[in-house]
């Protein structure tokens, strides 16, 4: 294994400033160097890369003779093209076949350590980076996938880049970045039962909308936030990247501390000592600046689905969708085009609407927590008679707990599916697309027109409410089904 995870400089000494942000502290301390009126080259700790964005940038290294320049700081995997059934066969589609043959043959030319099909480390890209310890506190993280941001749920500065920028990271671990604003989004109150993380992030889009956070680098913090698991910390980090922002991220605490500790690749002995050191002192000063705060009462959040094609769409499960003459003049047009191609009808509840698929995986929601959270649910439980349910760990390391604890099995006895990791139906790339004109309960982060397949209708949810769909083949309150408050507590990322 060549993977150096515990370089010296992520444990110099922390910035010091007096009202510093989270992201000031790890922004200053990896400024190579200040470009006066333009943007500033960036450090980059770790680097990811899978098969989809990165054949072209190894290309470009190929065709200018040079190689990868810190090979031990890139890890690779195979997620988006792969299959979610019989992957020890040959991979069907030309097109995922190949991508996925020239990563291969990249890393094994450039010395990059990759987890491919049959490894057990093999996984979606955001979820193998932490379950093994290589993201941690205060890194500079990117990857040729919009959704890096996952990272930022450790503290650190994760966001993706484009093709020509993973080129850029291989052959100089650096880029060139200017510095976005800041805001910081607060969360304070008790979860009422049934709502989780899936729910937070997508109330905070229901009232921000999708740009909300253009431009800004976004700070979730308050008491809920605080309160939450890693895993669930990571689904909201995940989708910041769909409210426009750049990236998002949450101060490391003892939750995080305590989440890396002992893991594959985390620091050890006096190096895990000194790290802890350095991650206690990435907080927001109290007299920290931002340039935009919001306040939000986790009283107020209920279970949320999105009724629309993109994130910022969505209403409480009890709600009813919106009418033209409620929204903004800018919007009419695109609520007029999302219900069109929603097949759905302005003013009317989105409770009791028919589904025919719930998909619960992808890299917000395809963690060991997510799946236990949906077997506590499903117990003794048995789907609708037509509604198809696929459930994808997020890697095979969850796969591997999922049939260790039993929870494969009773997936099996509700009717559910148990595939094998990848990205799988989050998005088109790969064999598990949604028929044209079906409609999918997704624990995944976008609904965009033919995001899960050409004609497919997506309604974004939380595992528990992507659960009760499939048991009532409607969209329904979890609420309403659970037995007790007890399988609540059992359940939820508390």
């Not at 995870?5 to 992201?23: A, H, M, Q, V, Y």
């Not at 980076?129 to 506190?137: K, M, R």
């Not at 992030?201 to 939450?228: C, D, H, N, P, Q």
């Not at 219900?339 to 509840?349: D, S």
Request: one cysteine or more.
């Amino acid at each position: 294994m060549s993977i150096n995870i515990n370089k010296d400089f992520s444990l110099t000494p922390p910035f010091e400033g007096i009202g510093s942000t989270l992201f000031d502290k790890i922004w200053e301390k990896h400024i190579v160097k200040k470009i006066d009126d333009g943007p500033s080259v960036f450090y980059i700790d770790r680097h990811f890369i899978h098969e989809v964005t990165s054949p072209q940038a190894f290309t470009g290294l190929n065709k200018r003779s040079i190689k990868v320049f810190r090979p031990q700081q890139t890890i690779a995997t195979a997620d988006h093209n792969v299959p979610t059934l019989n992957q020890h066969l040959p991979i069907k589609e030309e097109l995922s076949r190949k991508q996925v043959e020239a990563l291969i043959k990249n890393c094994a030319e450039h010395g990059v350590e990759l987890y491919g099909l049959g490894h057990p480390f093999q996984g979606i890209v955001h979820v193998i980076g932490p379950e093994l310890g290589i993201t941690q506190p205060g890194m500079t993280i990117v990857c040729g996938d919009s959704h890096t941001s996952t990272h930022g749920a450790f503290g650190a500065i994760a966001f993706g880049i484009g093709t020509s920028e993973v080129e850029m990271v291989l052959a100089t671990q650096c880029l060139l970045q200017t510095k976005p604003k800041l805001m910081r989004i607060n969360v304070d109150g008790e979860l009422n039962k049934g709502v989780v993380s899936k729910d937070i992030v997508l109330y905070i889009l229901s009232k921000i909308s999708a740009s909300g956070a253009t431009g800004y680098a976004v700070e979730f913090a308050g008491s809920t936030i605080r309160g939450l698991s890693m895993e669930a910390r990571m689904t909201i980090c995940n989708m910041s990247i769909e409210m426009g922002a750049r990236c998002g991220l949450i101060a490391p605490d003892e939750t995080t501390f305590n989440y890396i500790k002992r893991r594959k690749f985390s620091p050890q002995g006096e190096v895990w000592d000194k790290a802890i050191a350095y991650w206690k002192t990435l907080f927001s000063d109290g007299d920290a600046n931002f340039d935009n705060e919001i306040f939000l009462d986790a009283a107020d959040i209920e279970p949320m689905i999105t009724y629309g094609t993109n994130p910022g769409m969505g209403i409480g499960v009890n709600g009813t969708i919106p009418t033209v003459e409620t929204v903004n003049e800018t919007d009419k047009n695109g609520l007029s085009k999302s219900l069109a191609y929603m097949g759905l009808k302005e003013g009317t509840p989105i409770k009791g609407q028919k589904v025919d698929y719930v998909f619960i995986g992808s890299c917000t929601n395809s963690r060991i927590e997510d799946l236990r959270m949906v077997a506590s649910f499903v117990k003794g439980k048995k789907k609708a008679d037509d509604v198809e349910v696929w459930i994808v760990p997020g890697s095979k390391q969850v796969e591997k707990q999922a049939i260790e604890e039993g929870i494969d099995k009773i997936f099996e006895e509700a009717g559910f599916m148990l595939r094998q990791p990848g990205c799988s139906a989050c998005l088109g790339m790969n064999e598990d697309k949604i028929p044209a004109g079906k409609y999918c309960i997704s624990t995944s982060n976008r609904n965009f027109e033919g995001r899960q397949g050409q004609g497919a209708r997506t309604l974004l949810a939380s595992p528990l409410t992507a659960a009760a769909a499939a048991i009532t083949g409607k969209v329904s309150d979890v609420r309403e089904l659970m037995e007790s408050y007890e399988l609540l507590a059992a359940s939820c990322e508390q």
